[in-house]
């Protein structure tokens, strides 16, 4: 298991690059831990398969270095730099059994058959696959073919990383539960450092300790999932963490009050921004309650999608989605009020520390 | 209204559809819910004519339509593939279904402009799909559905390919667009979360069969049967054997929970209880709760809220538990059942008791 | 999956069956029809019955002839194949390379089959030609018109230099499907050169391997145009292969009776091989 530094890696596909805008990967500049589980969430584009790319060696990254425990491994062939790598899309050897599939990896590198066939053996347990092995690989379903492809990402334990790309995008809803809490168990039984690529907010928060939220080629937030749900640097985080996401209100500032349309709404603390800042006021649905209390609201649509409700409403011109316990009722004459201490201030997109 | 009399679809040795009824309604959504190879794909293809059934009939409007070719049928589908011609512009894409059937220049550049505004393309009519990203690929082959005009429009897992957020907001826009087109939509989906965000009408699918057809939310609430609750459950559904007796759900002789009211009819003896992960909770602040001991396996976080994966007595569950609970695997800790929300299946998987009607 | 069922569709196919039953079934029945008769002419037949087969079957002409053929074809395949195999591995996956190769490779199939006997003919003269010439200057006499060493190397070479391409156009297609993650992964799991070879490359490559290689063995199998062009089946019998042996029947001596009997074994010999070689290279896709 390795550290792994990420010295000022910039990216860019193609051309020589001049503006930041050619850069698919702007600057990367980080120290992820040995032993850590990491995920890196976007949307398409936003850089993370390139940045996964040049921490497996596929991708020469234009500028920068990457270093495993301190060593420089920018130079290095995928396949010295000693990690496994689980794909999108399963890839398994047609022509193989399902154990030779697994031993794959092993035997490539001379390790003892009797040592391969100990490893298999509990890679096939973990799996589940153990009735299958002696079948060949092509005959499979793609969830089966797909554990296979993991079972060969974690049946070396001398590796310094394991990186998931997208790895559970063929799989059911129920099988991605179970394939992802045992990939969670693996990882606090042998402290493997993993780093898992998705664009799946669901997939990142519950696998990671840290998720690393990227935007057009930059990280705009490394964070536990509590600090990316209750703190979000930038609002894009806010949008792209939490189904719905986060509201942001354009606002004005007046001491310790925001104010939006005609509304407003104590703060409890007095934010400094920069001035002639855009202003926005970012809160959760989570923490907007629909009830008797608070300003003045219109409900557009109530949504019960089981285990609660998104309530869709317009406050102050705004469009704002609430969240409600599955067994309360929208009154009457409803009104709005947000929790005080989930409110975060953002300036040009950016939030303002409280106190700052 | 698209009916599927007794239909049925048999390749070679392996029932694809076992003998299926269904009646779908004008200006419906309807989502087919299940996991793959349950059939889905196979039972909206006898819809279109695609498929000739083995056995039964489609009508359509009052009118038997079982072997009408899907030509002549009025049929949209739209693929979990984005499927555009590649060589055509957005615009020419939209306009290519009403180019076939010789619409004049006119209503072609009314109804594109039209479709291209609800799914918000119009910035992107000169372009070719290759140049557009995922989600608006998949919009341009939606918008081509739409200006179709088609009576059944099919969607196959039409989100599946697309990002995380791109799906939720066009979740958002679908059930807009639907109700404007006045058609019957027929949506098939993996993910139950899909099914209830999208509402309308939900059949969940298993091995060939439809186990439930009814409005999304009472097929959520009040499922027949134990499979239809587990294929409509993300995160799995909570289940486990027990014994009724004296007023009490028993494990092994041991009394586990006291038996609620609504289940209170319940004749004594064995059955399965099962329950949602959000009615598992660590507090004890829910009218209906009894404390139960179990062991934890792993705590998934996921922003506001906690997957805490337990075992209790031998069943494997997950509590889903608002706040942030990294709980130490192995750890014994008191999880609370909220009983107001118990389901019960006899041995037979049939619904013996549902909670009671929260709010209809 | 099937599909729903359209007997119009049947209309579609009607001009190509005209066309098959014109080009080869009538003419198919024609000369079944020879084989089992006689004539001197007059247009007057007599039943032979299978007397014409057994004449053929029996004749040492007719086995050394089939025997040349099949060390012939064994020849080709086993050059161009592995050949065929290697180039297309080699050629360039990205970038400008890519048309630059598959023009140059799609070349020889250009050239019609007489022209490529010619311009070998000429080149492999001993007084003219560039080849000839210089392998004499060498010290290596080259006279494929004498020696029946130098007229089978003359053949073998034009035909790999025609045909390898065939086999590295399709290779190549298979080769291009393989979708970038199994290289990837093969890299990751420290696979060798080999290995990415025998385990990823190979099975993706099979089905249109055994395109190439039922095509190259028809094709080989009756090769003509090129022995009549260049060595017109000579030195002595040497390069006479069935389909000269046969020209020289029917059109030479005009027997046509035993020509007939000998196309018809010689075809049904085509179809035995080629269903062999089909059988035992689909079988593994049963497992």
Redesign the interface.
Known sequence: MARITLDHIRHAYGIRPSAPNDYALREVNHEWSDGGAYALLGPSGCGKTTLLNIISGLLQPSEGRILFDGEDVTDLPTEARNIAQVFQFPVIYDTMTVYDNLAFPLRNRGVAESAVKRRVEEILEMTGLADRANRKARGLTADQKQKISLGRGLVRNDVNAILFDEPLTVIDPHMKWQLRSQLKKLHRQFGFTMVYVTHDQTEALTFADKVVVMYDGQIVQIGTPAELFETPRHTFVGYFIGSPGMNVLPMQVDGATAVIGGERIDLGFAPSPKVAAKLELGIRPEFVRIGREGHPVRIDKVEDIGRHKIVRATFAGQSVAAVMPEEDEVPADARIAFDPKAINIYADSWRVERGA | MLELRHVEKI?GRDTHVHATSLALERGSLNVLLG???SGKTSLMRLMA????PTAGSVWFDGKDVTGV??QDRGVAMVYQQFINYPALTVYENIASPMRIKGADKATIDREVRKAAELLKLTPYLDRTPLNL??GQQQRTALARAIVKNASLVLLDEPLANL????R?ELRLELPKIFAASGAIFVYAT????EA??L?GNTATMSEGRITQFGRT?DV??RPNDLLTARTFA???LNAMDVVKRNGQFTAGDRPLLAVPPHLSQLADGPCTIAF?P?HLSLSSQAPGSAPLQART??S?????ES?V?IEFEGSRW?M?SPG?HDIE?DALITVHVDTRHLMAFGMDGRALGAPVA??A | MDKTWNNKAWFMVLPVLLLVAFSAVIPLMTVVNYSVQDTFGNNQFFWAGTDWFTQVLDSARFWDSLVRNLAFSAVILAIQIPLGIFIALNMPRHGLGVPVCLIFMALPLLIPWNVVGTIWQLLCRADIGLVGWGLTQLGFPFAYAADPVDAWVTIVVMDVWHWTSLVVLLCYAGLVSIPEAYYQAAKIDGASRLAVFRYIQLPKMKRVLLIAILLRFMDSFMIYTEPFVVTGGGPGSSTTFLSIDLVKMAVGQFDLGPAAAMSIVYFLIVLLLSWIFYTVMTQGDQA
Do not use: C, N, Q, W
């Open positions: 390749v996991p793959t190879l004519g695609l498929d000739t070719r899907v990203s995922g990002d995380y957020k791109l939720e993996t993910e139950p979360s209830l965000l509402g939310i959520y609430r993300d995160p799995p949602h959000h396996a792993i998934e976080i996921a922003g506001s997957f994966h997950v889903l942030i695997p929260m709010a």
